[in-house]
């Protein structure tokens, strides 16, 4: 399939005001970096996603999956593929006693709030975590204690062939930055989250507790893709690359943060190459003086 006959059968799938040629990823990731994606889509329904998916199979074009764009970086030359972003559409929220259900796009800091408002508590972890709730799934996002593995009940994904599936917190397989969804490259429609019963002041009390500890250590004042490498067993990213003496240490507009160690963060600027320089040079580092192998959480597109 022809590039111009794939453009015309998205526009067809998703309306022409919702398909971007050669579309800057800049504008669509948190660290603020990236070249143009052959094309942009945003599919407002589950069965909008599902066609796209499946033209884009058709025509052997690679296709990805794009929530808030808050752990990824992509090449300075771009990605020769369609990019298929669920956050601002499929973002809905709908809360039934102590079970909410979320669209694959929904924020997670939207999910963490209104949680709140509703008087449930199990969030509260995710009140700083800034990407949807499908990416979250994907990765088991967590921080400060709590994972979504916690609270996930079940979840509805799509394999590629187009197939449903539901999916149980077991069948899940959800692990350390890992899940079935992950390894089968499952795209992520809804989930929904098993909470308790709280009460509304201590879990507000409790988000503004943990608001208060990412602002004091983590670099939230520059564009970033958020921790950039996994926790090696045993250690920790930040403070391996801390006592490595890289704290600090730039390329180009890239740096690694002095508050803390574990975000390499964007100055103003930066190239994905700066980006991968830095990168490669830490875990050169890190290897060399501790003989620790980092490997990155941010995933890349276009490298």
Known sequence: ?????????????????????????????????????????????AQQLADTIAACERARMPWYILGNGSNVLVSDAGWDGVVIQLFHNLEAIRVEGCLMELEAGALLVKAAHRAAKEGLTGLEFASGIPGTVGGALVMNAGAYGG???????????????????????????????????????????????????????EIEARMQELKKARTAKQPLEYASAGSTFKRPEGHFAGKLIMDAGLRGYRVGAAQVSEKHCGFVINRGGATAEDVMTLVRHVQAEVRRQFGVELEMEIKTLGF
Not at 17 to 40: D, Q, S, Y
Not at 155 to 164: F, H, W
């Open 1 to 45: 399939m022809r590039d111009d006959t794939l453009y015309k059968t998205l526009c067809e799938i998703n309306g022409a005001e919702n398909v971007l040629a050669c579309e800057p990823m800049k504008k669509h990731t948190t660290f603020r970096i990236g070249g143009p994606a052959r094309f942009f889509c945003l599919p407002g329904k």
């Open 147 to 201: 994972e979504m593995k916690d609270v996930i009940r079940e979840a509805v994904v799509m394999r590629k062939d187009g197939e449903i599936l539901r999916l149980s917190q077991e069948e899940l397989k959800l692990g350390y930055r890992t899940s079935i969804i992950a390894r089968e490259g499952y795209v992520v429609l809804s989930a929904l989250l098993e909470l308790k019963k709280g009460d509304p002041a």
